[in-house]
Structure formats: structure tokens, C-alpha cells
């Protein structure tokens, strides 16, 4: 993305003064010590809706959007941003005429920039008709989502919508209030083809495998729970394309805060840290014209699944595994566990030697995109906490470990470090107090995980995370072997002693 950022360290002299709040008014003052929009943000026409706006989104496709802006490229492109569950980031943003500071940390540094292409924000449960008037709106060509893979009621096994959800049967109940961003979506394309206009181009940016047959499936389902002619309308004019996202974006703290006012004079309410790498490859597949993303690093293909599998696997799958591996060994950040030479060698030893041999082709420098993310983990300025990346194992789990070691097993590949990291996930769950387990399926996989102690059996019958692989004997050995070893030995000593009769 082409966009000058001001770096600043420690005790430079952008650090004097006071600082104030981040707004409108006060922009011209903080001009001075980072970037801020260039452009006149009133003028912008607004058409992108982003339904679930959280850190992730403000450090991405917002970033990439306000890019574009920065270029002269951003009109008709600003962004209504929805949000469906947290009032207090409509508080934050609202106190603030949408601006939030965006900060890229490394080692070298921190550079700042404040973005200001997210032009209105909506509160869905307080506001669900002016979001439906905003997405049914003529000018509104894309609608953007990061609403987790639960958001979808899709189950990745089977594909089978969740038409019994709660969220589901009042949106189909009363139609024209949703609660669900499905709904919302289902409701504002039925109204636009009753009006006679155009869709909207549907782009999941939720990291998930297949994101765009995910989204298609979901809301074409939905839509023929109500009228099966608008289900088909929707499956033949709506696009739906697949994505694959990159940028670790860890959750935003006081100290985050402090440090903003301390090196740039700026007191903002919600601030966004992330790392200096970011990466968006899309499928070109849109319904209703699209920006010109391709001007600001956005690399638009014609399949996207090679992509999005490498970058899954190899991040998330990782991420998984230190996640649950570095917890179990007392650390609490990423930096913190990859120093540790036995983390960082099965970090090295599950990427290189058991990953990747599973992976299509893709046109990518496979060694050198490995040697980056792991050089992205052992960064101490982005510090992702291991509490953040063990949240919803039961997404993350079954997407990008068992599915790995479910095609090892077809063709015959090794997976002893993959199968380890699923022994950690199922320790994890049975010694992590309740409270401490971020996870809707919490209470009930814990449940499993303690049912069998030292014996997963419970837990890998599971079938919504194991799915064809639940209660298959083989994974079972090896898991009831790996977390005795757990118990016995430690994760440092079992991660080392995996990796020496692996090579």
C-alpha cells in the first residue's frame, strides 16, 4: 500500500507536547507528527458496507480502502461499517467522526497513520433499519465480512446451513428487523430486487477455508428458507468471491494507548497495532464493478484457493499449534515462545516437513514465505498474545489441523507434529479453567476432554471437530500417546523429542 507513514522511536522528539484527542477538529494539529487523510473525506461517496468491524478489519481492508483514497481511487468506495454486537466501538468511533489511528510495530520501530475512510458506523441492534437502508442503497457495490466462521451457520463438513439457529428462525420470523449479518444480507438483496436493482458483490474476508462458497452457501440457503425464487436469483446474480487475508493484528491495549499518546501526541479511544506485513489476494469475481484495490498491493486472481490453503495452513495451522504447545510450556506471547530453540525447530519441522508437502501448487516462493512468517512470529513489537490465538479451537482446530492431518493420512504423509498439536489442544481444554476458555463450544468439548482424562476418546468423537476422522482408532493412539508424553514430560521436551525422529 502506497501510503507515507511518519516513524517514530522512543523518545524522538514527536513525543513532546501534549496530546489530544483524535477528531475532526484536531487533525490539522496531528498532521504534524503522523500521516493523516490527504484527502477530503466529506466528498467521498460511500459504497462498501463492512458488517462486524473489529480490529482486523481496521487494520486490513479499511487500510487498503483509505490507500486507495490517498491515491485519488477511494470515491465511491468510503465505508458504512456495521457492527453487530459491541456498542462501545460505535462509542469510540463515534467520538472520534469515524478516525482511528493505525500503528505498524517492528522492531525498528512504530509508524503511524490515521485512517479515515470508514465515513459512517452503524449500530445494527440499535439501528438495523438505516443498516438495511445502507446496504439496499444503489450506491452500496460491495459488502464486506469478518464475522467469524461461526457468523456463517455453515458446518465444514457438510456444508449444511444450521436453519434451526436461534438467529436464524427470528430473522426468518420477522424478515424486515434481522439480527444476524446473513439476515441483514438476505433481507437487503430481497428488497434490491423487488426495487429493481442491481446486487451487491458479497466478499467474506473471514479466515476460513473456501470463504466465498462458505458465504455463498450460507446466504442462498437462507434466502430459500423465505422464497426459493429469490434464493435462485441470488445464486445466479450475486457474486461471492473467495479471499485469502494476511496480517497478525493483536487486540489492543491501555499500554497500546499510552504508547500512542507518548510517541505520537494522540489520544485515541480505539487505536489498531498491527505488523508491517499485510496481504490480500482476491478472486475477480464481481457483480457490480469493484475498486481498484490492485493500485495498493491487492493481487486479484482467478482462483484463490491455492493461495488462501497455503496461508491458512501454514499461519493459522502454526498459530494453533504455539498457541496450545506454548501455553502448556508458561509462555503468554508468540515472541516469547519462539525463542525458545525446541518451539521454534517444530515450528520449523511442522510448516517445512509436514505442511507444506500437502499444499497445491501455488505461485509462491514456498521457502521464503515460511522463512517470513517465522521471522513475523519471533517479532517482539506486534507481541500477539498465546490467549488470543487458542481462542475458538473449535473452528480453528478441525480448519487447520485435522483437515491437515486427514489428507496425511489419505496419501500417506507423516503428521506426528500436526497429531501433537491437537494432544495440546485437548490438554488445553482439560486443564484451562472455564473461565479462561474463549470458545462457544467451551463448556461442552471441556467437558469431553475432562470425561477422559488421560484417554481423548470423548473429545476425538467429537464429529463437529474431527468429522470423518472422529473415532478413528489410528488418530486416537497417537493423541492418547502424545498427551501421556504432555503429562509426563512437558510440551518442551515432547516438541523436542517428536522433532528428533522426525528427521
Not at 500521516?35 to 462498501?48: E, I, M
Request: net charge neutral; aromatic share 6%.
Amino acid at each position: 500500500m502506497w501510503i507515507r507513514f511518519v516513524r517514530v522511536t522512543p523518545g524522538s522528539a514527536a513525543d513532546m507536547g501534549v496530546a489530544l484527542p483524535l477528531h475532526e477538529g484536531t487533525l490539522a494539529h496531528h498532521a504534524a507528527r503522523l500521516t493523516v487523510p490527504g484527502y477530503d473525506r466529506g466528498a467521498l461517496a460511500r459504497g462498501v458496507v463492512h458488517i462486524s468491524v473489529g480490529s482486523f478489519h481496521r487494520a486490513h481492508q479499511a487500510a487498503y480502502f483509505d490507500a486507495l483514497a490517498h491515491q485519488g481511487l477511494g470515491d465511491g468506495w468510503a465505508i458504512t461499517g456495521v457492527g453487530l454486537h459491541r456498542r462501545d466501538m460505535k462509542e469510540a468511533l463515534a467520538s472520534q467522526d469515524g478516525l482511528y489511528t493505525l500503528v505498524e510495530r517492528s522492531d525498528a520501530g512504530d509508524r503511524a497513520r490515521v485512517v479515515g475512510v470508514l465515513t459512517r458506523y452503524l449500530y445494527a441492534p440499535e439501528e438495523s433499519a438505516a443498516v438495511l437502508d445502507a446496504l439496499v442503497d444503489e450506491a452500496t457495490r460491495l459488502v464486506t465480512l469478518t464475522i467469524t466462521s461461526r457468523g456463517y451457520l455453515v458446518d465444514a463438513g457438510t456444508g449444511a446451513f444450521d436453519a434451526d439457529d436461534a438467529g436464524v428462525r427470528a430473522d426468518l420470523a420477522r424478515p424486515g428487523s434481522p439480527t444476524t449479518a446473513i439476515g441483514f444480507i438476505v433481507e437487503a438483496l430481497a428488497r434490491r430486487r423487488s426495487l429493481g436493482r442491481a446486487p451487491f458483490t458479497v466478499l467474506s474476508c473471514d479466515n476460513m477455508p473456501a470463504n466465498g462458497m462458505v458465504a455463498r452457501a450460507a446466504v442462498v440457503s437462507c434466502a430459500a428458507l423465505r422464497d426459493e425464487r429469490l434464493a435462485r436469483w441470488i445464486d445466479e446474480h450475486v457474486t461471492f468471491p473467495g479471499c485469502m487475508v494476511d496480517r497478525i493484528t493483536p487486540g489492543t491495549t491501555e499500554q497500546d494507548r499510552r504508547r500512542l499518546e507518548q510517541a505520537f501526541g494522540v489520544r485515541d479511544r480505539w487505536p489498531v497495532m498491527t505488523e508491517p506485513f499485510t496481504q490480500w489476494i482476491v478472486e475477480d469475481a464481481f457483480c457490480h464493478g469493484r475498486p481498484a484495490l490492485e493500485e495498493v498491493g491487492v493481487r486479484f486472481v482467478e482462483d484463490v484457493r491455492p493461495y488462501a490453503l497455503m496461508k491458512t495452513r501454514l499461519l493459522n495451522g502454526s498459530h494453533c499449534a504455539v498457541g496450545y504447545l506454548g501455553t502448556l510450556a508458561g509462555y503468554e506471547r508468540m515472541d516469547e515462545a519462539m525463542a525458545d530453540g525446541r518451539i521454534a525447530t517444530y515450528v520449523d519441522g511442522l510448516m517445512g516437513h509436514e505442511i507444506a508437502p500437502l499444499l497445491p501448487p501455488v505461485a509462491v516462493d514456498l521457502d521464503a514465505y515460511i522463512a517470513a512468517l517465522q521471522s513475523r512470529f519471533r517479532d517482539r513489537a506486534v507481541a500477539d498474545r498465546l490467549s488470543r490465538l487458542c481462542r475458538n479451537g473449535s473452528a480453528k482446530v478441525p480448519a487447520h489441523l485435522v483437515s491437515c492431518i486427514r489428507e496425511a493420512q489419505l496419501t500417506g504423509r507423516p503428521h506426528a507434529l500436526l497429531t501433537l498439536a491437537v494432544a495440546a489442544w485437548c490438554r488445553y481444554l482439560r486443564d484451562t479453567p472455564a473461565a479462561d476458555v474463549e470458545d462457544p463450544r467451551g463448556p461442552e468439548l471441556q467437558a469431553l476432554a475432562a470425561r477422559g482424562g488421560s484417554d481423548p476418546r470423548p473429545l476425538l468423537a467429537d464429529r463437529a471437530a474431527f468429522g470423518s476422522l472422529a473415532g478413528c482408532p489410528r488418530l486416537a493412539r497417537a493423541v492418547e500417546r502424545d498427551l501421556r508424553d504432555l503429562d509426563e514430560l512437558g510440551a518442551p521436551a515432547v516438541m523436542a523429542a517428536r522433532m528428533a525422529t522426525c528427521r
